[in-house]
């Protein structure tokens, strides 16, 4: 049972490329979150998925956009990265809408933007 | 003052030791609270839900105290394989606003 699947595990930009990071998840949830982590600053929410077909903008949604293509798949969307997106970024899913239960995560994308 | 704070350590206990966390929050309403695991360069798992009576799971004690706002982890007979970075996480109910802390960082030494 893979779980959540991310790819790439690393990638290296240049500022103003772009890039899509993909991610899967196998357990029929319901929700999915795409999650960027920085040192000292904990897990920020970028963008959510309450449901396939919805979409809703986290904390630090700026930069970024997302696709819920269906229910297994949650895509997260650089279109021209800078500097300040370099990141350890994490996909989730859970069961529940508000993440009441578990959430699992992918094995995260080091990016970085040079 | 951080939604969710945490003491971002490091703890440095030897094999066997006692250590204790807590993790203050500061929405009142907030009504879910966990605490996940993160190993070295590796995803967060969930360790332990924290219930209002407090829950236990082997070594690990979760405790929560509502009318001064934290939750706190307790680790007994600490292991080497416990060296990771704990995560407080904080929801609060009624529609997405799931707060995770920075993390404590906790090293057991042999």
């Known amino acids: 049972n893979a779980g959540v699947t991310q790819t790439p595990k690393f990638q290296v930009l240049k500022t103003g490329q772009s890039m899509t990071l993909q991610c899967a998840q196998d357990?029929?949830?319901?929700?999915m979150y795409w999650y960027r982590q920085d040192p000292g600053m904990g897990l920020r929410l970028i963008y959510y998925s309450a449901s396939e077909g919805t979409t809703d903008k986290g904390e630090v949604p700026n930069g970024y956009n997302v696709s819920r293509l269906n229910k297994r798949e949650f895509s997260l969307r650089l279109e021209s990265a800078a500097p300040s997106q370099t990141s350890v970024y994490f996909c989730a899913s859970s069961e529940q809408y508000d993440m009441n239960t578990e959430a699992f995560f992918g094995q995260g994308t080091r990016l970085t933007v040079v | 003052r951080k939604e969710v704070e945490q003491d971002p350590g490091p703890f440095n206990v030897p094999e066997g030791a006692t250590v204790a966390f807590n993790c203050t929050y500061s929405?009142?309403?907030?009504?879910?609270f966990f605490w996940y695991r993160q190993d070295c360069r590796k995803e967060p798992k969930l360790l332990m839900s924290v219930y209002s009576s407090g829950n236990e799971d082997g070594r690990f004690t979760a405790q929560l105290n509502r009318a001064s706002q934290y939750i706190s982890l307790l680790i007994r007979d600490s292991k080497l394989s416990d060296s990771a970075t704990y995560l407080c996480?904080?929801?609060?109910?009624?529609?997405?606003?799931?707060?995770f802390g920075a993390g404590t960082r906790l090293f057991v030494k042999a």
């Open positions: 996480v904080v929801n609060k109910g009624g529609g997405f606003k799931t707060i």
């Open positions: 357990m029929n949830h319901n929700s």
């Open positions: 929405n009142s309403a907030s009504q879910s």
